[in-house]
């Protein structure tokens, strides 16, 4: 049991226990700012704006009243005041401090460019958005003990800041700190993941940072223009390493060089543009090669990737021409955009545990042949594009999607084995001019426009059950092409989907298309036997044909599974499913 509650300021209030007289303190309970237990009366600014969100206010603005400090109060007409809204106090250039200790979220642009704001409390703050504080030039004391998530650019050219607490925030995005050349020291959460492009740009003052003992992915200049980029005593052999992370290379570094042993992650760009690197020796319980970190690297010839690698960054090994070697190992799950691209020396790769190949990530390689593990799932966008010595391509029954331009223009690519493949791209194998077969396969449900465009060797198209369109110009060019089968699934043949096709001889159109596109046949020749599976003439006369496919009319031919008894043009299928006329 307890006497009566005396107040002990804004942190909360304190009562005696009648019994053992020993003191004990609690918070305050808010209700319209005053407390319901001791009646504290907490100080807030009158006449901030507010819009309500739920069961909860946002303030939006300050109503008149950005001179001086600000304090947001705890609550509002009954409900608490858990955020400031995006640009809510941006440009107020006479705000000079804000204290807001209820609030748990801040939004983009919240105090941007507020240029005399002195300090900014957030006792509760977990978010800060993008620019939330930005350009706030003479900002020296930003508290905000609880803060996990930042956005980009959350604290870039607060020229006054030198120290700060971040702690808490296991991923520090791109620019955070960038222009912020008086800040000195920062307080890193001991679970930190990533570290973000230009997080600590420009950042003259900064001549130390302690990292974790742990794997970091480091982007793209994340320190560029820091102090600690000059510091010789966190330098061995020309590399500059914070904690288990390798930062950067010296411009005397050349030859073979070889990483501490005990290394966790390579930043983003490590060894980008070393024309005079030979050979990298990485050790074993690496985690991650960042970001372009060997990009560039013009007599790179081998380098053998520790089995404990889980990442490489996109375009980590981009246009390096001498490369002709690499050993990847089942830990490595997917490959980033570019990350082989163009890498021309690099004839054959050991891909045994990737699930997904990034965007463009061999493009313009010397890849001869490829074969996907079981359990690889996506080829993404131009993954193989230009690759002009790639001849075969064997891909599991996992394989679901092939992207757009995913094999184009590889002239010599001959066959590709893709049985469990659902969706094709556009372009994905368009001038493939060497490729004489692809079994279109029973699964397949999205085909893209111009997939098999200028293939001019290809001589047979069957389109499985399941599509319902062709695509347009799908097999435009393909000169070669003598047979076209298209199920009775497909209900709308695209426009141009055959152009250009001068060796076609026969087509089998099925009884569920309902329209054929403009040009779909388009200087097909006279010739052409046209095999459609409705039943007559009035089943024909049903689909909607656009113009310039004069050639299907010439042959045309229904089919009937009997023998017909009145006279006209038949066909059916054998017992062997040919075509026979009757």
């Known amino acids: 049991a307890f006497g009566s509650w005396t107040s002990e300021g804004e942190s909360g209030h304190s009562a005696v226990c009648t019994r053992c007289t020993k003191k004990e303190s609690r918070p305050h309970m808010w209700r319209n700012n005053v407390c319901s237990v001791c009646g504290y009366a907490f100080p807030y600014t009158e006449g901030l704006e507010y819009e309500l969100k739920g069961d909860y206010y946002a303030v939006t603005g300050g109503g008149g009243s950005c001179v001086g400090e600000i304090t947001v109060p705890y609550t509002y007409n009954g409900l ?47 978010a800060l958005g993008k620019s939330a504080f930005s350009g706030c030039a003479l900002l020296t004391d930003a508290e905000f003990p609880s803060l996990g998530q930042a956005g980009t650019g959350s604290f870039s050219r607060c020229a006054s800041l030198s120290a700060i607490d971040i702690s808490g925030v296991a991923d520090i995005p791109d620019s955070l700190f960038s222009s912020c050349a008086l800040l000195a020291q920062v307080t890193l959460s001991d679970t930190l993941l990533s570290i973000g492009q230009q997080a600590f740009y420009d950042c003259a003052a900064l001549e130390n ?146 699930t997904a190949v990034g965007e463009e990530a061999f493009a313009g390689s010397g890849i001869t042949s490829l074969t996907l593990p079981d359990g690889a799932v996506t080829i993404g966008t131009s993954a193989f594009e230009n690759c002009a010595a790639l001849t075969t391509v064997t891909l599991p029954d996992s394989l679901i999607t092939i992207g757009s331009n995913a094999f184009e223009n590889c002239p010599s690519l001959e066959t590709v084995t893709a049985a469990g493949v659902k969706t094709i791209g556009a372009w994905a194998f368009s001038k493939c001019g060497n490729l004489t077969r692809f079994d279109l396969p029973a699964t397949l449900t999205s085909l893209g426009d111009y997939a098999f465009e200028r293939c001019a060797s290809l001589t047979k ?80 006369q049903k689909i909607t044909v656009g113009s310039n496919n004069t050639a299907l009319r010439y042959n045309l031919y229904f089919y009937s599974e009997n023998e017909p008894q009145s006279s006209g043009r038949y066909w059916h299928f054998d017992g062997n499913g040919n075509i026979v006329l009757w």
């Open 461 to 540: 198209a069957v389109f499985p059950e399941g599509l319902t369109k062709t695509g347009e110009s799908v097999f435009s060019g393909c000169t070669s092409l003598d047979s076209v089968f298209i199920s009775d699934s497909i209900t709308v043949i695209g426009k141009f989907a055959f152009d250009g096709c001068t060796g076609l001889k026969q087509v089998v159109i099925g009884a569920g298309v309902r329209e054929i596109g403009l040009n779909a046949f388009n200087e097909c020749s006279h010739s052409l036997l046209t095999y459609y599976k409705g039943a007559d003439f009035a089943a024909w």
């Open 80 to 126: 608490p005041v858990k955020e400031i809204a995006a640009n809510a106090f941006s440009e107020e250039r006479a705000l000079t401090g804000i204290y807001m200790p209820g609030v748990t979220s801040v939004g983009e642009y919240a105090f941007y460019n507020c240029t005399a704001l002195g300090y900014a409390d957030g006792a509760v703050v977990i």
């Open 209 to 354: 940072l302690t990292l974790p003992d742990r794997a970091v992915d480091i982007g793209m200049n994340a320190f560029y223009g820091a102090a600690l980029l000059e510091n010789e005593s966190l330098k061995e052999d020309g590399l500059l390493y914070l904690g288990k992370c390798l930062i950067t290379a010296d411009d005397g570094v050349s030859g073979a060089v070889t990483v501490r042993a005990g290394t966790l992650s390579l930043a983003a760009g490590v060894f980008s543009n070393r024309n005079d690197l030979t050979a990298v020796a990485l050790p074993e319980g690496l985690r991650y090669i960042g970001t372009s970190a060997f990009s560039g690297c013009k007599t790179l010839t081998a380098v053998d990737v520790p089995q404990s690698v889980t990442r490489l960054g996109a375009g980590a090994f981009l246009a390096c021409p001498a490369l002709e070697s690499i050993t990847l190992h089942d830990g490595i799950k997917s490959l980033g955009s570019r990350t082989f691209m163009n890498c021309t020396a690099l004839s054959s790769v050991d891909l045994r545990g990737v």
